[in-house]
């Protein structure tokens, strides 16, 4: 178990401090004050009825916690665990209150800090995310770091993944509407 907030230094007002991680080849970031914890993957107790991407409650010191697979949430295939398989703890801001959320990820990469003034607008020509669902875009060498908007993706049911794009059936049609209020 590993907290993001001991791990890294107080950010100057002009940098934002992220966790990134990876699903399948793409990084994503989200801001530490949203992380609570990041925890080693055990499958979580399973709940019926709930959407494809909804995998259950797991158990953080007596709080049953919603846990979502976030690679069926963003459009892409689930895949089997691995030793690098981690359950990011978060705590997301809603209108109404603040979700706790457990989102299973492929592998933690680092906990960054990134000048605000590197973060570029969200594309919203030719990419496969909706572009309402991420706060910005770094540019790195070997890529771009996709900081995400937890609050937008998990406030409504709207999809993640940009319409025409390929997506991932699921019973819940890609989509995520959960009413458990932490």
Do not use: C, K
Request: charged share 20%.
């Amino acid at each position: 178990m590993t907290s993001p907030r001991s791990l890294a230094e107080a950010p100057a007002r002009d940098d934002l401090q992220v966790v990134t991680f990876g699903l399948g080849r793409e990084v994503f970031a989200v801001p530490v004050v949203l992380v609570r914890e990041i925890l080693d993957y055990q499958a979580p107790s399973h709940v019926p009825g709930g959407p494809a991407h909804f995998l259950g409650l797991t158990d953080v010191r007596g709080q049953g916690v919603p846990t979502v697979d976030f690679r069926l949430r963003l459009g892409l295939p689930s895949v089997e665990p691995t030793l690098a398989t981690r359950i990011i703890i978060l705590d997301v801001p809603l209108p109404d209150r603040t979700l706790a959320l457990g989102v299973v990820i492929d592998r933690v990469l680092a906990v960054v800090t990134v000048p605000v003034d590197r973060i570029e607008a969200a594309p919203d020509i030719g990419t496969a995310w909706n572009a309402g669902f991420v706060q910005g875009v770094v540019r790195e060498a070997d890529g771009f770091i996709v900081i995400l908007d937890l609050p937008r993706i998990f406030a409504g049911d709207d999809p993640v993944h940009a319409a025409g794009t390929a997506t991932v059936e699921n019973a819940a049609g890609g989509r995520l509407a959960m009413s458990t209020a932490a």
